[in-house]
């Protein structure tokens, strides 16, 4: 053929213009076309040519219900988009925005005005007769949306509900059609379904009648009523705290932030739950308390639900359970104990580490308008805010060289030298003005009898800095209220009810050692365990995480000293997550590995994580499918 078309051809040396190529269609996922795909020829009269058959493998991750390595998930975010941010995002209000994005109100449209209808009867007769002519050839209206039919040419038969303007709305689907993965995993749900929250995501109430709730009160953060959250030191502290206060279900939306609200009401609506079918539990717990004791009342939970009493089969024993943030890590150390108490585990920005929670044991957190709940020692007697600590202390960086600075937060000693938290040593003061926020900077206006000008020019601080840091280390030996009142005098830092203590500094480092060597041991026992996934003892996994809010990830000092001032925490360093949960840190730890399918990614803030109903369905669909193919059912030695 080619010697035939060189004959046809006068010019052979002419070159001919390239054809463009017949655009490749792509699958779903692609975006670049398969290699092994033949190139269009540009001869019409060649016969087709056939398509190799694609290579086929028995272990692809398409017919394993467990994958490790591979990640249907091209990446966990750029972290390069997050370099030139400066502030950290207001994770309240991205909640607020996330829910409302969910929210039921209709959008009405304005009602149409009839004008012909104003007009004077002798007009209406002449375009009356018009108007009928020319709707009797279009079967669109003048704003584009289509005409109502009419039944017998009556024009009064038509319904107004059938002109459609606009797309479909979300707000006005039915949940079915909103929502189709979750409706597809309750249909087949059954049994019991646990579904619990996070660092401070339990309700607590007293545990004295009426029962008043002390988290989250809103008269206390607004400073109208007293609530005292603070844990004992003493062992014994926490194996009594339920003579004070006591959990009370889930915290499920606070105000217009809806946490677990929707979800759970879709699941208790559903057809399997009101026949009885499908169980579902939210589970409060006194998230202050050790994460080993946590755990342990969990399973004790867990022993008591129906699905794992004496007599159940066993390809229907044990919970799916739907864990946020630290419920995540409770849960996690409980699989690790009894794994036939479960059928499944969704983990939800569940973070293997998280620096988020240096703040508030520096500097407290404010709830509302008061800074007076979450004080830095209240955080500080809390013993779940250690469970958070990243164990590889490599989160502060200089802010000229970019070089590392490690520490070791499991080491009392780093918490004297970088004073971590004020109940043990008070930060150096700032160098700089210190950076206000929206309450620090109404305070700062208002005009307080007494107050002194708390600015201070930089290079007076920076002259008399020596003078205090010594001066703070030797108060610091004394004790933190005389440790104030030097700042205070000073006026280089000035102290607040937020950071003040009155623990007795021997009985603070009793308690930090203790503490400190609890948490290190929970935090080994969420490793995996081989001997589990050898006899097929674990449940079958799924993860939802978050990459499109900037999340801490450390922060940016002035020299390894700088950690140790006051304003430590000024300037954050961001990478993908969830607002507070990380990426990369809400995966599962080393060795375990995610069910086909249950890896979903969102686009919400780490709050509003279990409002992604998708999400949540998808894990839940792929939780059940891993289930029913058998992972988890062999249990010493018996399917």
Not at 456 to 463: T, Y
Not at 507 to 518: D, P, Q, V
Request: net charge neutral; with cysteine.
């Amino acid at each position: 053929k080619k010697a035939s078309a060189q004959e046809k051809d006068p010019n052979p040396d002419r070159t001919e213009p390239e054809q463009p190529s017949t655009p490749l269609q792509l699958d779903q996922d692609e975006s670049r076309p398969d290699p092994l795909e033949p190139s269009q020829s540009p001869l019409q009269n060649s016969p087709p040519k056939q398509e190799p058959r694609q290579l086929q493998r028995a272990t692809s991750d398409q017919t394993l219900l467990l994958h490790n390595t591979i990640s249907h998930a091209s990446s966990l975010g750029d972290d390069s988009r997050w370099e030139n941010v400066q502030d950290q995002v207001n994770n309240r209000f991205k909640a607020i925005i996330d829910s409302l994005q969910d929210s039921n109100i209709k959008h009405y449209n304005i009602p149409s005005i009839n004008l012909s209808a104003l007009r004077p009867d002798f007009l209406n007769r002449r375009t009356l007769s018009i108007e009928s002519k020319q709707a009797s050839k279009s079967p669109v209206t003048a704003n584009g949306a289509l005409r109502a039919p009419t039944v017998d040419g009556d024009p009064e038969s038509a319904s107004p509900h059938m002109l459609p303007t606009e797309g479909p709305d979300l707000h006005e689907m039915s949940p079915k059609i909103a929502h189709p993965q979750l409706n597809r995993a309750l249909e087949n749900l059954t049994g019991d379904v646990v579904v619990m929250g996070g660092y401070r995501g339990s309700v607590l109430r007293s545990a004295k009648p009426p029962h008043r709730q002390q988290w989250i009160p809103v008269k206390a953060g607004l400073n109208i009523r007293k609530v005292n959250l603070e844990v004992g030191l003493d062992p014994e502290d926490e194996e009594r705290m339920e003579e004070t206060i006591i959990p009370s279900g889930m915290l499920t939306h606070f105000g217009p932030v809806d946490i677990a609200r929707r979800l759970l009401n879709r699941m208790r609506t559903c057809k399997n739950a009101q026949e009885g079918r499908l169980r579902v539990h939210d589970y409060g717990y006194d998230w202050r308390l050790s994460p080993q004791l946590l755990s342990r009342k969990l399973i004790r939970f867990l022993e008591d639900l129906p699905s794992n009493q004496a007599g159940v089969p066993l390809g229907e024993r044990g919970a799916i359970v739907v864990a946020h943030s630290l419920g995540g890590l409770v849960t996690r150390h409980a699989v690790n104990q009894r794994p036939e108490l479960f059928a499944g585990v969704c983990y939800a920005g569940t973070p293997q580490h998280c620096v988020n929670v240096l703040g508030p044991l520096r500097n407290g957190d404010e709830v509302l308008l008061s800074s007076r709940v979450l004080t830095a020692q209240v955080n500080f007697t809390m013993r779940s805010t250690f469970a958070l600590l990243p164990e590889v202390g490599r989160c502060f960086i200089d802010k000229e060289t970019k070089e590392e600075y490690p520490v070791d937060f499991f080491d009392v000693e780093h918490w004297k030298e970088y004073k971590f938290s004020p109940c043990i040593a008070t930060p150096w003061p700032s160098l700089g003005p210190e950076k206000k926020g929206l309450l620090g900077s109404m305070s700062a206006s208002l005009p307080i009898p007494g107050r002194c000008n708390s600015s201070a020019d930089p290079s007076k601080l920076e002259a008399l800095d020596d003078t205090v840091n010594n001066a703070s280390d030797k108060a610091g030996k004394v004790g933190n209220p005389a440790n104030h009142a030097m700042n205070m005098q000073m006026g280089a830092h000035r102290p607040s009810i937020a950071t003040t203590s009155n623990i007795p500094l021997d009985a603070a480092l009793a308690y930090l050692k203790r503490t400190l060597a609890e948490t290190l041991e929970f935090k080994h026992a969420l490793a995996f365990r081989p001997e589990h996934a050898s006899s097929n003892a674990y449940p079958p996994f799924a993860v939802i995480y978050g990459t499109s809010v900037p999340t801490v990830y450390g922060a940016r000092v002035n020299g390894r000293d700088g950690i140790k001032r006051a304003d430590a925490y000024d300037e954050l360093a961001f990478a993908s997550g969830d607002g507070v949960c990380l990426a990369k840190a809400a995966m599962l730890p080393s060795g375990y590995s995610v069910c086909k399918g249950g890896r979903a990614r969102t686009e919400r803030g780490h709050v509003g994580l279990l409002g992604d109903l998708e999400a949540v369905g998808k894990c839940l669909v792929a939780l059940e499918e891993s289930r029913r193919g058998g992972v988890g059912l062999c249990l010493n030695g018996r399917v």
